[in-house]
């Protein structure tokens, strides 16, 4: 496809299109910093900041910045976790649904957590946690393999190769594991928030089919612990 | 030479493509800038300027009137420059009479940039035996860091005009390198003559844009208008001051023009950021694009309005949190072969 020649870094930064298109590209010049949204980062003093965070912040008085896209605001009430998930649960783009149902989810743990809180006796109400992000937070957290498998082939045979993850494949892992197990192992009836609910309080308490499934995963690839050598990374 | 008998006239005919593009030699160069400068003196009679003070800009303007052209492309159209601008510059022939080149570097066919590096690693050498010489004595070496953020390196375009040659993206990406190792040792200064002639400034984006100042209306109110854009949407917004938190779109309620939450938070996202939620009044007018791309246009307006109203540093953070800048971002076109900008048609083996 037809390629317009690149601008200089001195030249006005417009909507830029490389020499070559590459098949991942995007219409920012390379030299877009991600932009930083939370309030607190900015209030800081000068004097708390460690010798990387100044070059850093001088790096970035000279660079130009990306805009900030609209899943990211700086209220209390957006959280980066929370937005991933809303769009791995979306399909066909409805945001306004998958938005929707996650509020709804939250809402019904806050519920059912209450409801556990004002049942119990006085001893034990401080350990129950009722903040419906921490809860998913720390289910997600528990619901992260620490190793993988991957497949790979030698002399003709493909074998299941135990291999270290990196923290973005684990947090993927994690949610694409909790909603494919909402999606599938539920009564027709019952709607994804109530699901959804369910499988979080089970995975905070390291219950459940997910933290299951993690834990099978681990056991294949201590039982293939033979074949770690195969790895060349 | 040979006398060739048995040939066509093809093979006699001259090959044009082969000497490379045209050389200037020295004397047609100077002869054409002194035409330049009659013509120059010449123009400014037939203007009634005075010819000693006849600028580029007048001989442009000179130009175009005395030779209007309908032509779309600028660059099509009649141009008098200086005859540097007009003829690329190029090398001199790099070999005597007698064939022998006159640089060492000639037969590795990137003298300036080999010689380049030569010089470059010449530096590093120096500075390294300064440094020992130093430690020798045991004086404490020179600490004092480049300021690395407010300059950068020669772009690969900039580099070929200095060296007038062709540089890979190999060969410069190890220039820049060999650069950067130099600045990293610690008594660097001594050269730092030279490191200049290889680097520029970068001024701080800040600067580079104007804040307007508040404008009043009739009942001393405070107000600033700002424009946005984002995809296809258009908007204005103009934030008034001492207000109540009312924000206005196209004469209805927030409330009622974006029923989904992820627009009103953005709508609200540069007050929040500056804790300014309950005290500004605001009217918006959009027209284009979606629901989410009025939403951006609308964020992008208010925060260019906020600027008037907010402190310098305040300004920055706006930037560094990315509420200033218009985000590129389209719909990507639909190729064809294809079905749409990323989907190919369904393979069918046969």
Known sequence: ??????????????????????????????????????????????????????????????????????????????????????????????????????????????????????????????TIECNPYVIFHQALKNCQPIIGLSNITKGGKTYQVPVPLTDNRKRFLAMKWLITECRENKHRRTMMPEKLSQELLLAFNNEGPVIKRKHVLHKMAEANRAYAHFRWW | ????????????????????????????????????????????????????????????????????????????????????????????????????????????????????????????????????????????????KRNLAGSRWLTKIELEEMLLEKVSDDDYSRFIKLLQKLVSLPCADIEEKYIQKFSKEVPVQLQKVVIEPLQHDERGVAFSTGEGKRKTARATAVVYDNGTGKITVNGIDILHYFPVVQDREQLLFPFQFLGRIGKHDMVCTVSGGGRSAQAGAIRLASAKALRSFVTEKEVEFMRQAGLLTVDPRVKERKKPGQEGPRRKFTWKKR
């Open chain 1, 1 to 126: 496809m037809a390629a317009p020649s690149a601008a200089g870094l001195g030249r006005r930064l417009r909507a830029w299109l490389p020499r070559i298109m590459p098949v991942r590209w995007s219409r920012y010049n390379p030299s877009y910093l991600e932009p930083e949204v939370k309030k607190e980062s900015y209030q800081k003093p000068l004097e708390e900041l460690t010798q990387e965070e100044r070059e850093q912040m001088e790096r970035k008085a000279v660079r130009p910045i990306k805009a900030a896209p609209p899943s990211l605001s700086s209220s209390v009430f957006s959280d980066p976790l929370i937005s991933k998930f809303t769009n791995m649960m979306m399909k066909s783009g409805n945001k306004v649904l998958a938005r929707s149902l996650m509020s709804q989810t939250l809402e019904a743990i806050k519920r059912k957590q209450l409801e556990k809180y004002h049942k119990a006796p006085e001893n034990e109400k401080e």
């Open chain 2, 1 to 144: 030479t040979l006398r060739l008998i048995c040939t066509t006239a093809a093979v006699q005919r001259k090959n044009v493509g082969a000497s490379g593009p045209e050389k200037y030699t020295e004397a047609f160069i100077k002869k054409q800038i002194e035409e330049f400068n009659l013509g120059k003196r010449h123009l400014a009679n037939m203007m009634g300027e005075d010819p000693e003070t006849f600028t580029q800009e007048d001989i442009d303007r000179a130009i175009a009137y005395l030779f209007p052209s309908g032509l779309f492309d600028k660059q099509a159209r009649p141009i008098m420059k200086h005859p540097t601008e007009v003829f690329p510059e190029q090398r001199k022939i790099q070999w005597g009479e007698d064939g022998r080149p006159f640089h060492f570097l000639f037969y590795t066919g990137k003298q300036s940039y080999y010689s380049l590096m030569h010089e470059t690693y010449e530096k590093l050498l120096n500075v390294q035996k300064h440094q020992d010489q130093l430690i020798a004595q045991d004086l404490p070496l020179q600490k004092e």
